[in-house]
């Protein structure tokens, strides 16, 4: 009986095997529809059906479990977009198989990803996805709404969608070139200074190296972030700048004196006549902590403008920086005015 077992055993493998060599692709879709969802399939059999016609390989890709991750990771890169989307629906799918399809994908791919509520995406593949399709407003969106979005993506796509605007017709029109490259400028520059007060702390290390690699970690910029309360932010930003311990520039802007502060801020770059006023920021910035003060968005940059305006150098850097701050000042105001109205 056991020798008759085996016997039909191997002869059911052989004409499965024969199927596959069908020439009605109706055949082997009914063969990849019967063996799809089987955990004992033959392995060799999903395998060649992985490979068939899309329609056909798209069958098991999407759900057979006989598939390894290794499989399903080759399958992604050497296959085509209908094979890459079943891949991407499947239910459950790891991040290193995640990001196998967000590194290759077409966009039609990654709309399935990322409408995948079990598929695992891990912070660098959001990050790359962020990267590859922040121009694809449909992708960018599905992406600003996820919660678990690293600062640095959600930074890449708003500065992004900053980019698109400026280039529509209407707005260039209406606004001017100029001055659309100004706004969008300010407009980038704000966004960043929201992410980073969003930010957890264990993301901030990230969104400071990929803003410094952007160019983007300018005095004005880290004015901006100091005089709206991103001191977190900030306080990282000098630890990437200086290279010193984070322990130590931490300790220097908390307790530190003036000298050692103003010594801290220029081993970064920042000249004699700026780093003065960064100085002065944090000085008041340790008043109001002291005195357990609650401080508003943009007050310290009024009181900066009030300290300052006599006596720095007209048409200086540290004249341009202290314009900067007055208009931070003005902002906060207009914005409270809003509020009230």
Partial sequence: FQNDTWGLLFSAGIAITHLLDDP?????????????????????????????????????????????EADL?????????????????RHGLTAPVAAAVAEVAEPEVISVLLENPTARIGRISLRRLAERFGGIAEIRSVLLDREDLPADARHVL???????????????????GLRVRRLTREASEMAAVVIAGAAPR????????HMRVGGQLTPAFLMQS???GRIEFFAESICNLSGLEERRVRAILATGRMHAVRALFESVGLARDISVLFVEAVMLWREASHADDIIGEG????????????????????????????????NRQRRLARDYV
């Fill in 299 to 330: 007050e310290i940059a009024g009181a900066l403008v009030e300290r300052f305006r006599g006596r720095v150098v007209a048409h200086s850097a540290a004249s341009g920086l202290l314009d900067i701050i007055e208009k931070i000042g003005i």
């Fill in 24 to 68: 009605s692709p109706a055949v082997r879709l009914a063969l990849a529809e019967a063996l799809a969802f089987d955990a004992y399939s033959p392995r060799s059999i999903i395998l060649s059906l992985a490979d068939d016609q899309p329609e056909i390989a798209a069958t098991v890709l999407a759900v057979s479990p006989v598939l390894l």
């Fill in 202 to 209: 264990e993301e901030l290390p990230e969104l400071v190296e």
């Fill in 158 to 176: 708003a500065t992004e969608l900053a980019n698109v605007l400026a280039e529509l017709d209407l707005v260039r029109n209406l606004i001017g």
């Fill in 73 to 89: 990771i080759d399958l992604v890169g050497r296959g085509n977009a209908c094979s890459r989307a079943a891949i991407a629906a």
């Fill in 226 to 228: 100091l005089c709206m």
